[in-house]
């Protein structure tokens, strides 16, 4: 009877499952750590990236417009109208 010692112990299994199910939850605890520090990264870069985007688009259309008033409108030399009709 002396194996069969840890099977009447229901402290020792207690123990053992209490073992397991916290280890279980600290890699669940590590793994929501991980994907939550996964997903303020990517939100840091596309805040970045959407920041750079508004920048470039704000300094096109500067260039855009200093290129419309660097061209000011010159009078053309009109053609004489042919008068023979």
Same mark, same amino acid.
């Given at each position: ?6 099977? #009447? +112990?229901? $402290?020792? %299994? @207690?123990? @053992? %499952?209490?073992? =397991? =199910?916290?280890?279980?939850? *600290?890699? $669940? #605890?590590? &793994? *929501?750590?991980?994907?939550? +520090?996964?997903?303020?990264?990517? $939100?840091?870069? #596309? %805040? ?10 704000? %300094? ?15 009078? @053309?030399? @009109? *053609?004489?109208? $042919?008068?023979? &009709?």
């Amino acid at each position: 009877m002396a194996g069969s010692k840890s099977s #009447t +112990n229901p $402290d020792s %299994a @207690r123990n @053992r %499952a209490q073992r =397991f =199910f916290s280890s279980t939850e *600290k890699r $669940d #605890t590590e &793994a *929501k750590q991980t994907i939550e +520090n996964e997903r303020a990264a990517t $939100d840091a870069k #596309t %805040a970045k990236l959407h920041a750079l985007k508004l920048a470039k688009e704000a %300094a096109e259309g500067i260039s855009a417009e200093n290129a419309v008033l660097q061209k000011s409108p010159t009078s @053309r030399a @009109r *053609k004489p109208r $042919d008068k023979t &009709a």
